[in-house]
């Protein structure tokens, strides 16, 4: 620690107090009652928090004042704090913990970015209780030992920490606005290249474009150690629109040469979900064999049909919205093979449909490669605001 730094323990620094119980109501019947819910990506919104009963004395008790701090007690939250400022008429519920410093040479906002440093989050973890949902208590919290600088520098390292954050939230939302471009680009384009009505350009049905319609198999198939895998449609990626094969059943080798040929997708097939997530087509672009459950259908096109127009046909606006009109069912909506049959798409001459393939492969190019680095983008932010934490309660920024 940095010369004249001095350490504290939390409970020497603050009082720190448990919340009222009570219900809460929508009706403006007292103060309002903030709850852990209530905390959503370190903001609460007022107007959506509910109010409650209590007795003035109690209010006094249990009320916010702008600089305290909250911290979740329990559940999958547990530890997570919040700077209170500016708060309406508000108190606190029970699930929650309020630290109020006494100290008056402390800037709440210095203690409140010490419960975000890894060291704090270390000593939650090890400090955590409960056998389903572990919890902290305000006795643990006041056994938290806090790094303390004088006042000036206190305000030093808000006011860098401050300019930093607003940097790593610029840098996120610039990344999440860029991901969020390329989906709108794909989608647009996905839109446009199949309303355009073009030279040799006809409306049909989708069963004038393929041999088969169909779907999977309607029985529980038996299964086996070994064999063939057998898909349903929890196998279905809808982010990635591909199939996962890792957590698979297999049925016997007899079984799948028992089955159909168009109950066996090939290379160039399109399945495409028909019950709950309905909707979702996926290209097969590769010699394997599996099988599949009656949720999935399988659409295989016809000659001078390119399987990869197809896939994204089956992806547009076009199909979904016909799809969505004639799915039946309430708790779990299902596009029968009639309506997916029926469904009216554009027929386009096989050039049309290779070029319309060369743009959208690159317009999805962008979106996957984004979505791909999109996690990493975010996890070398967020290391990035846990190192300059670190660095500041170590004495270390300059």
């Given at each position: ?113 010490f419960f975000q440093t890894p060291g704090y989050w270390r000593s939650i973890k090890d400090g955590t209780s409960g056998s389903a949902q572990g919890g ?25 920490l401050d300019e930093a954050f607003a940097g790593i939230a610029t840098a996120t939302a610039n990344a999440e606005k860029n991901l969020q471009n390329a ?41 086996s150690p070994t064999g063939v895998p057998f898909i349903t449609i929890s196998n279905i990626d809808k982010g990635t629109n591909t199939i996962d094969f ?153």
């Amino acid at each position: 620690m940095k010369s004249g730094w001095k350490t504290k323990k939390l409970g020497e620094l603050a009082a720190i107090n448990y919340g009222f119980t009570q219900s809460a109501s929508d009706e403006p019947i007292g103060p309002r009652f903030l709850r852990i819910t209530d905390i959503q990506n370190d903001k609460v919104d007022w107007n959506s928090v509910p109010y409650c009963k209590l007795e003035p004395a109690d209010f006094q008790k249990f009320r916010l004042n702008n600089g305290d701090i909250v911290f979740a007690r329990t559940g999958a939250t547990t530890g997570k704090s919040f700077l209170v400022n500016d708060p309406p008429d508000a108190v606190f519920a029970s699930y929650l913990i309020r630290l109020r410093l006494l100290d008056k040479s402390l800037m709440p906002e210095f203690i409140s970015l010490f419960f975000q440093t890894p060291g704090y989050w270390r000593s939650i973890k090890d400090g955590t209780s409960g056998s389903a949902q572990g919890g902290v208590n305000a006795s643990k919290l006041g056994e938290l030992f806090i790094p303390i600088p004088q006042l000036a520098e206190q305000q030093r390292i808000v006011a860098i920490l401050d300019e930093a954050f607003a940097g790593i939230a610029t840098a996120t939302a610039n990344a999440e606005k860029n991901l969020q471009n390329a989906r709108e680009l794909f989608e647009s384009t996905l839109q446009a290249v199949f309303a355009e009505k073009g030279e040799g350009c006809e409306q049909v049905t989708l069963s004038d474009l393929a041999t088969d319609i169909t779907d999977g198999d309607h029985s529980p198939p038996p299964k086996s150690p070994t064999g063939v895998p057998f898909i349903t449609i929890s196998n279905i990626d809808k982010g990635t629109n591909t199939i996962d094969f890792s957590d698979t059943f297999k049925v016997p080798d007899d079984y799948y040469h028992g089955l159909k040929p168009n109950k066996k997708p090939i290379r160039g097939d399109v399945l495409y979900s028909v019950t709950g997530s309905f909707g979702i087509p996926v290209l097969i672009t590769d010699d394997f064999d599996f099988c599949f459950q009656r949720h999935i259908g399988l659409i295989r096109p016809k000659e001078g049909v390119n399987s990869a127009w197809l896939y994204y046909l089956l992806m547009s606006p076009i199909v979904f919205n016909q799809a969505n009109h004639g799915a039946t069912g309430t708790a779990q909506k299902t596009v029968s093979l009639k309506v997916l049959r029926n469904i009216v798409v554009p027929k386009m001459p096989i050039e049309t449909q290779e070029e319309i393939v060369e743009i959208l492969d690159k317009a999805y190019s962008s979106v996957k490669r984004l979505e791909a680095i999109y996690p990493s983008k975010l996890d070398e932010l967020a290391d990035l605001k846990q190192s300059i934490l670190e660095k500041a309660f170590a004495g270390e920024l300059h």
